[in-house]
């Protein structure tokens, strides 16, 4: 009971975030100066019939509160709506999930890799000089700008020691994925790092591992099977919401390194003026991380009883 009435708050609350931040949306971007019946046409003139039909049947020549009611019944039907130059952003959106998935995934298990060794390490050997050299390599990769890391990242390993390509998906998984990926988890290195550093030093410091020690287990064995278990938890969760942002697309790396994924998409759409492209791709990249953090949510109850009996 207790339960279902937790996951009924949650997804009330989605609600009022979905609603709400579609809303702001919404109003920013068809908000904006300009005519987009004009901007489309470019430098042709357009004849006033032509420009008075196509904001009939876009419903431009309505107050922005009928438009967005329009549109979020469109939306409820699973309609994401089409642009002006009359294509489905469902369609662009189906064609260019593939990429980002497999950006989104090939990073974040490059994170995680990284993030638990690097954390790990760090925190087994706390206060060392090793320690604090991990500790500032992983800050001082976070705070070099994304696009920067990457266009280094092609200039070394793409065109001076040409390990990887530099651009684009025609060599396939894994070769034209690495280096994205690679810029991506480095950049979020740190998160992780510290989290399970942080975590694992407050755990290690415990009552249950001195009672463990005590016992005689072995250190391999606290570590492994106790320390790590507990230190998981606040990590999983992290990594878990970290997935909803890559598969949100990483609209500078693609951008960068020519990845024909959603971010690309959304930067193309933003470039070029497309409104109704811009709103739909922000209404799916909404819906997954409320999905995202909703699975998180279960996720964490899951790893930890006591949030089960709170």
Not at 96 to 125: D, E, F, N, Y
Request: aromatic share 8%; glycine share 10%.
């Amino acid at each position: 009971m207790r339960l279902g009435l937790k996951l009924l708050q949650r997804l009330l609350g989605f609600a009022i975030v979905f609603f709400g931040v579609t809303f702001i949306i919404y109003f920013t971007v068809f908000s904006l100066p300009g005519d987009p019946i004009r901007a489309l046409a470019g430098d042709r003139q357009l004849p006033q019939g032509v420009i008075d039909a196509l904001n009939a049947r876009y419903l431009l020549d309505q107050p922005l509160w009928v438009q967005y009611t329009n549109y979020i019944g469109n939306l409820l039907s699973g309609d994401l709506g089409v642009d002006l130059r009359g294509r489905s952003v469902a369609d662009q959106l189906a064609s260019r999930w593939p990429v980002t998935i497999t950006l989104a995934l090939t990073a974040w298990t490059i994170q995680i890799i990284l993030g638990l060794a690097v954390g790990i390490v760090s925190a087994l050997k706390r206060g060392t000089i090793i320690d604090r050299g991990l500790l500032v390599i992983s800050i001082g990769l976070s705070c070099i700008p994304v696009f920067v890391l990457g266009i280094t990242a092609q200039i070394v390993f793409g065109v001076r020691l040409d390990w990887l390509p530099v651009a684009g998906i025609r060599e396939g998984w894994p070769l034209a994925y690495l280096l994205p990926s690679l810029v991506i988890a480095l950049f979020g290195l740190a998160s992780v790092s510290r989290l399970v550093r942080g975590s694992m030093i407050e755990n290690l410091e415990a009552d249950y591992v001195r009672t463990a020690r005590a016992k005689g287990i072995s250190e391999s064995r606290v570590v492994g099977l106790h320390v790590m278990r507990n230190s998981l938890i606040p990590t999983a969760t992290f990594l878990a919401t970290d997935l909803g942002f890559l598969l949100g697309g990483a609209v500078v790396i693609e951008g960068i390194f020519n990845l024909p994924g959603v971010g690309n998409l959304l930067f193309l759409a933003i470039r070029d003026h497309e409104a109704t492209m811009v709103v739909g791709i922000s209404t799916a990249l909404i819906i997954i991380f409320l999905l995202t953090s909703l699975i998180v949510d279960a996720l964490h109850a899951l790893l930890d009883p006591r949030i089960r009996r709170a």
